[in-house]
């Protein structure tokens, strides 16, 4: 998702920082394509004109244009304003009460029964013991897929016979937890294809008898414009704290369900990024901003790293892309684990300044080149992994003939890893922010 509006974006803001001045008209320009990438993106209008607005005078104030590094400054503001923009409301999950009740409303087939279980998942991390509730009294698969999702993970699950009333559901729900030392429930209730009053009346009744702490509304990302009245209607029966937008690992264009935040000011708190149940994200406005920006997001990387390899080699891995001390060898361990953790371009989109690299390298893994490229890691000495520089032009033959490669694909491999390894610098210094505009700039 996002791929649209990031590559549009991406090449506007490339635009602007690749000249040494910023016109007013170029700045105009530039807006008028970053207007276009969100409206095409399916960013509500509204929410789309403001941002423009905010970005316009923000960029023409405090004689931005008039500085050397213009084209930067405006990438900058690009960046907070869109941060802003997905920061609406209190993003803070409170499970305050015991049990603390949670409560999972939205339309059909939006996500609500697999989020229930990412989340029961994601508490259960938290050192918290959740119980599910399948507050559905119609249809009995919906229950069984709730108590299939929560035998997989350990988490109980409580139900009830067809047919008895969603709120002695909730109810019997909370009262088993209380019987069994539960102190988190999660009530997944039942959607309909369209909001209508029954089903308002059946979750308002649900939240007035259970009185959830945190009313979470699942919105499809897939959804178009009419997410944000869907929104409307919900918030309009219950007291809802925050969205679960899912699906965001589709093609959908996504730009509706990020703007309920800014329409509605309902903070988005957690993203749905798969069908398996440790495919929840926290969300991060600033980490989102980022990658739409192809500037990644080095923390996101660390943090699924860390859930897929042990935290000690991340947190190594970390401080060697900070301290830019990232060797070969630990290009080629990356490389290995990546491929381990599934689609490798989604790892490396995180990496700053590489957006725009993604698609290449998935290319290369499907390609193949990754064993090629293992092969030629695999025939350097150790003191050739650690310090490419040493390699001259008889050593690459060498490890060209061992490797079983060419000389071009040798030196090819040299230079990415030069090139990443500069990048590196740049991040670890202290404009390392900036650099990663400056990256932006150049590509
Ligand atoms: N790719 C992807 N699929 C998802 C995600 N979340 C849910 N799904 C899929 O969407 C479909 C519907 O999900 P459910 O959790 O059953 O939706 P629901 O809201 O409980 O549906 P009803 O109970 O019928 O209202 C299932 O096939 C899920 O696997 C996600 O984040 N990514
Ligand atoms: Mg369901």
């Known amino acids: 998702m996002f791929d649209t509006l990031s590559d549009r974006l991406r090449k506007t803001l490339a635009g602007l920082t690749g000249r040494g001045r910023v016109s007013e008209a170029d700045l105009d320009a530039a807006m008028r394509e970053v207007r276009l990438a969100l409206l095409e993106a399916d960013v509500n209008f509204k929410v789309v004109k403001d941002f423009i607005a905010r970005v316009r005078e923000r960029a023409l104030g405090a004689e931005v244009l008039e500085s050397l590094t213009a084209g930067q400054q405006v990438v900058k503001i690009v960046n907070e304003e869109l941060t802003a923009l997905l920061s609406a409301g209190d993003r803070n999950f409170k499970l305050v009460g015991n049990p603390a009740v949670v409560a999972l409303v939205g339309l059909q087939g939006s996500g609500k029964t697999t989020s229930a279980a990412k989340l029961a998942k994601h508490i259960a991390k938290m050192g918290r013991q959740p119980m599910l509730v399948a507050a559905d009294p119609y249809r009995p698969a919906a229950a069984d897929q709730l108590e299939t999702l929560g035998r997989s993970l350990g988490i109980p699950v409580h139900r009830a016979p067809v047919g008895t009333p969603t709120v002695d559901i909730a109810r019997g729900g909370i ?43 699942v919105v499809d990302a897939m959804t178009g414009q009419e997410a944000v009245t869907v929104a409307q209607g919900f918030a309009g029966a219950v007291p809802v704290t925050g969205l679960i937008l899912t699906k965001i690992d589709g093609d959908a264009r996504g730009g509706a369900a990020l703007s309920i935040g800014a329409v509605t000011g309902i903070p988005v708190k957690f993203l749905g990024t798969g069908e398996k149940t440790d495919a929840l994200e926290v969300f991060h406005p600033d980490r989102l901003a980022g990658r739409i920006l192809g500037m990644g997001d080095i923390l996101s990387l660390v943090e699924r790293a860390q859930d897929a390899f042990d935290e000690k080699q991340a947190a190594k891995l970390e401080e060697k892309v900070r301290k830019a001390s990232f060797t070969l060898e630990d290009m080629l361990d990356s490389m290995r684990q990546m491929q381990k953790m599934g689609p490798m371009g989604q790892l490396v989109s995180m990496i700053p300044g590489m957006g725009g690299m993604a698609k290449e390298a998935q290319a290369a893994v499907d390609r193949g ?75």
């Open 175 to 217: 009262e088993a937890a209380k019987r069994t030392g539960r102190d988190v429930v999660i009530i997944d209730t039942a959607g309909r294809l369209t909001i209508d009053e029954a089903l308002m009346d059946e979750i308002r009744a649900v939240s007035a008898a259970t009185k959830p702490v945190e009313t979470l509304l």
């Open 369 to 443: 080149d990754l064993k090629r490229t293992e092969a030629i890691i695999l025939s350097m000495t150790p003191r050739e992994r650690r310090d490419p520089g040493v390699l001259n032009a008889s050593r690459r033959r060498r490890i060209a003939n061992g490797s079983g490669t060419s000389l071009p694909e040798v030196n090819r491999l040299v230079k990415q890893f030069g090139e990443m390894q500069k990048l590196m610098k740049q991040l670890a210094g202290p404009s390392g922010r900036r650099a990663a505009m400056g990256m932006l700039g150049r590509r």
